[in-house]
């Protein structure tokens, strides 16, 4: 038939949107077991990205699929999370995060945001190995993990001492970058969200980096990963 105007603009719009698509690429795809332990992060860091991107749930990873996805040599070090992404197998945690923030923007705008960034990511698995290394979980109880006493001392002593170096690192600003969103915040508020599970008041000493916490609780992309939608 003839070609119309109405015709005309859907085919625009339809190149438009093919042009867009090719850009971005294909979904990024990041597996990861059913908790948030290490997860929680990049999974953080691909929903702020405004990349296209898949979670366990979308690709229907489940832990009885572990054994298979390790045996098949896809995960570079034999370990979760993976991120499958531009034809590459990326795992550790801070590589996926900073090859996410590359792509997307979202590593600081400028070499100073940049630095602020690594040392978030960096303060962040110390928090994740002090927890790892006393915290018992729902497989793993206390007596195999340490005791009592060193229990209470993290939660007293180690982890205090680690806030009141971030509340200092924030200053008067209301975030540690202009954006509050770099990979190195999302990052750290990961492990500050499962250690709040663990101990509602632990920002009691700390306003300004609940401030900072609380800011992103509130974002809509951050809920709406955490609800698991």
């Known amino acids: 038939g003839l070609e119309t105007p109405r015709r ?16 971005m690429g294909e979904a990024m795809k990041l597996t990861y077991f059913a908790v948030m332990a290490k997860g929680l992060g990049p999974a953080l860091v691909c929903e702020f990205s405004g990349l296209p991107w898949k979670g366990p749930k979308d690709l229907g990873f489940t832990v009885e699929g572990w054994g298979d996805l390790k045996a098949s040599g896809k995960c570079p070090f034999g370990q979760l999370p993976l991120l ?31 630095a602020m960034s ?3 990511l960096a303060e962040a698995e110390d928090l994740y190995n002090a927890l790892q290394k006393i915290c018992p979980t729902i497989k793993v109880p206390l007596e195999k993990k340490g005791d009592l006493a060193s229990f ?4 007293s002593e180690t982890v205090p001492a680690h806030f009141s170096k971030l509340e200092l690192l924030l200053g008067d600003k209301p975030a540690f970058t202009s954006t509050g969103q770099v990979v190195g915040e999302l ?9 709040k599970l663990v101990k509602d008041d632990i920002f009691a000493a700390t306003p300004k980096l609940e401030s900072f916490y609380s800011t992103l609780a509130e974002e809509p992309r951050g809920k709406t990963l955490l609800s698991g939608e």
């Open 118 to 120: 690594q040392m978030l």
């Open 84 to 114: 499958e992404v531009d034809g590459l197998n990326l795992g550790q945690c801070i590589a996926i995060v900073n090859y996410i923030g590359k792509k997307a923007g979202t590593e600081g705008k400028n070499p100073e945001e940049f």
């Open 8 to 23: 005309r603009s859907s085919a625009v719009r339809a190149l438009v949107f093919q042009s867009r698509a090719h850009a």
């Open 187 to 195: 990052y750290l508020w990961s492990m500050l969200h499962q250690m």
């Open 152 to 155: 209470k001392k993290l939660w």
